[in-house]
T-cell receptor, first 114, second 118 residues
């Protein structure tokens, strides 16, 4: 049981390049999330999905797009990377209700835009 | 909008000292969840505890204990007899509903860097 897997783990982009970060979970969770973490800050929500084929904006969505064509995968795209998008990106899925509610996080993707 | 405040940016203690990390939150939800995560230098997020808003019982797990005070909107974390391996950034987070169903947004505090000196 791999949990939440993020690929790649590290990436360096030039300004203006595009890329896609992949998040895959094998736990059959409905809800998935993309967060970014900047130095000295906690994680901030970029986009989220409540199920296959649905996505919604979070707190800091500008410059990103997402897709959830399959329940187990949640993709985060940067169409034209900017230095301000240098960050560590975490994917998560949530599960349960009430006293069993919780999150599973991936190990993160460190992205540098030069 | 929900908010989490961790006023202590950095704390440094000597090994075996007790240390308390503060967390104060704001929310309009009546049902919410509070979390503590540890982020070691390797960067992954390690889940420590979840507390439900409808369950105010404090919890102890080994050297870790948590004090949830709904009246003061605080969820403080104490490490007893700290060890060098406890050195990490600790995040408090609040989970609030963002849509119908069970999708919930985690709002993180800015974290507390704990350094335990030998």
């Amino acid at each position: 049981n791999a949990g939440v897997t993020q690929t790649p783990k590290f990436r360096v982009l030039k300004t203006g390049q595009s890329m896609t970060l992949l998040c895959a979970q094998d736990m059959n969770h409905e809800y998935m999330y993309w967060y970014r973490q900047d130095p000295g800050m906690g994680l901030r929500l970029i986009h989220y999905s409540v199920g296959e084929g649905t996505t919604a904006k979070g707190e800091v969505p500008d410059g990103y797009n997402v897709s959830r064509l399959k329940k187990q995968n949640f993709l985060l795209g940067l169409e034209s990377a900017a230095p301000s998008q240098t960050s560590v990106y975490f994917c998560a899925s949530s599960y349960g209700r009430g006293r069993t509610y919780g999150y599973t996080f991936g190990s993160g993707t460190r992205l540098t835009v030069v | 909008a929900q908010k989490v405040t961790q006023a202590q940016t950095e704390i440094s203690v000597v090994e075996k000292e007790d240390v308390t990390l503060d967390c104060v939150y704001e929310t309009r939800d009546t049902t919410y969840y509070l979390f503590w995560y540890k982020q070691p230098p390797s960067g992954e997020l390690v889940f420590l505890i979840r507390r439900n808003s409808f369950d105010e019982q404090n919890e102890i797990s080994g050297r870790y204990s948590w004090n949830f005070q709904k009246s003061t909107s605080s969820f403080n974390f104490t490490i007893t007899a700290s060890q060098v391996v406890d050195s990490a950034v600790y995040f408090c987070a609040l989970s609030e509903a963002i849509s119908s169903g069970s999708a919930r947004q985690l709002t993180f505090g800015s974290g507390t860097q704990l350094t335990v000196l030998p």
